[in-house]
């Protein structure tokens, strides 16, 4: 009996210093996790919530600049620990962004249809006069963006097309996606800034050329306006521009709102908090 109790203190030693190094053990890896946590959080507040992106973010929900929508989706799957779950949210954002491309294209295409066809349009200017070079410009340069956002639409569809028939297509992507200097400091891979921008251009392209179009109408209908001393200065053509203008800022009024309502900020923010 003696014998047995000095064996029994010793192996209720021996358990409870190995319970002891497993909790701390845990515990360190528990520290560990929260801190990297903590610092991705940081990063992408830094990335999403800093000077002119964050102003377009809020206000245009990532339809013009990179927003969390376009981080988000490529840092996880970039960082995803087992190979059949990281497969398949590459091919989930591969058939996402091909779906996002093909309407884009179909959209620009018709806006470019609009825009040359501006030149049949009815003449408001008195006598006939050709439009204000201001109107020309903002309509040229619209088409121009268009048919820019076709082709950038086009040519990234092609490539995720032949990236994909390879064998390797998932694993193409992905180091495309990332950045060549491999993991940050907290151990995650960080998606390259320079594709955020690159997969971003077609909208940004039909963005544009949305918004040339806008202010090419509203020139083009102030520009009738001419106030000659013969000639009352409330004529059609004034009565015109007026209802125009009204119901334009009251369509960008709803935009906005509507962008405001339809803003959603980063969940995994919100649930860290």
């Known amino acids: 009996m003696n014998q047995s109790d000095p064996e029994a203190q010793s192996t209720a030693h021996i358990l409870s210093r190995t319970s002891t190094e497993g909790s701390a053990g845990s515990t360190s890896q528990h520290i560990g996790s929260t801190r990297e946590q903590r610092q991705n ?27 969390p929508s376009i981080y988000d989706p490529i840092e996880i799957l970039l960082n995803t620990e087992d190979a059949d779950e990281r497969d398949r949210l590459t091919k989930n954002w591969r058939d996402n962004r091909l ?72 694993v193409q992507i992905r180091e495309l996606l990332a950045k060549s200097n491999g993991r940050r400091r907290t151990g995650r891979i960080s998606p390259r800034m320079a594709q955020l921008f690159t997969w971003q251009m077609p909208v940004m392209f039909l963005t544009t050329a949305a918004i040339c179009m806008i202010v090419g109408l509203f020139l083009h209908v102030w520009s009738a306006i001419r106030r000659l001393d013969h000639e009352d200065w409330w004529s059609d053509d004034a009565k015109v521009a007026v209802v125009f203008t009204a119901v334009g800022v009251v369509a960008i009024i709803v935009f906005f709102i509507g962008q405001v309502t339809l803003y959603v900020s980063s969940p995994s923010e919100e649930e860290a908090e």
């Open 99 to 170: 779906n996002e491309l093909s309407f884009v294209g179909v959209v620009a295409a018709l806006l470019a249809g609009v825009l040359t066809s501006t030149g049949s349009w009815p003449e408001i200017l008195p006598n006939g006069k050709i439009s204000p070079w201001p109107v020309r410009t903002a309509w040229y340069c619209g088409i121009i963006l268009s048919v820019f956002s076709i082709l950038t639409a086009a040519d990234q569809t092609v490539r995720l097309y032949r990236m994909s028939s390879h064998r390797d297509g998932c």
């Open 41 to 67: 959080k940081q990063e992408r507040k830094r990335y999403k919530y800093s000077g002119l992106p964050r102003i377009l973010d809020f206000f245009w929900g990532g339809i013009y600049s990179p927003g």
